[in-house]
């Protein structure tokens, strides 16, 4: 079964500076998607960036970009120029198509002013 | 697209009753998803819809649950016989054929 690990429960980062977010996931599928989402306290999941596994260029969006390594098995999330507005908790997902997504554990970014 | 919608947002109710909710997904998208989350935790998969077949159970989903999508417009989730450990919040999601999940705003179980 797929699994999504996200080894830091908590991350914080200064206004204006850059942050990146961890996750690595388990499968033996070569085709599949990864998703960050964005929980704020409002508790609407809202998707950030997505990645296809066959793409070897790197996903962004704004200022937000991920670092896909297909072989470590691995995709962090980069946020440049955070802002308040920023903070929430982060969860990392992957599906194959058609079939049920797997959400990790998430991070809780807190943003300092 | 007025998005994902679900009803009601809070329900409170007593062990032992059943409980139902409703998810009325984007129109135009054929998948639809049921997600448990407690705080602090991330979703958990209870089971997908695709069109009016359930394609996919959790093994989460014990016989008190059950989830119906009829004529695959809107979907059913209802909890029969609450406990206390039911107390979550309940997540629908659709997705059209790209693979993406939009979410509603959920509804938040709590279970007295």
């Known amino acids: 079964a797929q699994t999504v690990t996200q080894s830091q429960p908590e991350m914080s980062v200064q206004e204006a500076e850059t942050v990146t977010l961890s996750c690595t996931y388990d499968?033996?599928?070569?085709?599949?998607?990864l998703f960050w989402y964005k929980q704020p306290p409002s508790r609407q999941m809202i998707l950030v960036i997505r990645q296809e596994a066959y793409k070897q260029q790197n996903a962004t969006e704004n200022r937000f970009s991920v670092n896909f390594q297909k072989a470590a098995k691995s995709f962090s999330l980069k946020i440049s120029d955070s802002q308040l507005g920023d903070a929430a908790m982060y969860f990392c997902a992957y599906s194959k198509y058609g079939q049920n997504f797997v959400f990790g554990p998430g991070t809780r970014l807190s943003v300092l002013p | 697209d007025t998005g994902v919608s679900q009803d009601p947002r809070h329900k409170i109710t007593k062990r032992g009753q059943n409980v139902t909710f409703r998810c009325d997904p984007i129109s135009e998208h054929n998948r639809l998803y049921w997600y448990r989350q407690t705080l602090g935790q991330g979703p958990e998969f209870l089971t997908y819809?695709?069109?009016?077949?359930?394609?996919?159970k959790s093994r989460l989903l014990s016989d008190r649950f059950s989830a119906e999508r009829p004529k695959g417009s809107f979907s059913t989730l209802e909890i029969q016989r609450t406990e206390q450990g039911d107390s979550a919040m309940y997540l629908c999601?659709?997705?059209?054929?790209?693979?993406?999940?939009?979410f509603g705003s959920g509804t938040q179980l709590s279970v007295l």
């Open positions: 819809f695709q069109n009016e077949a359930q394609l996919e």
């Open positions: 999601a659709s997705s059209p054929p790209l693979e993406k999940l939009f």
């Open positions: 499968t033996s599928e070569s085709d599949y998607y």
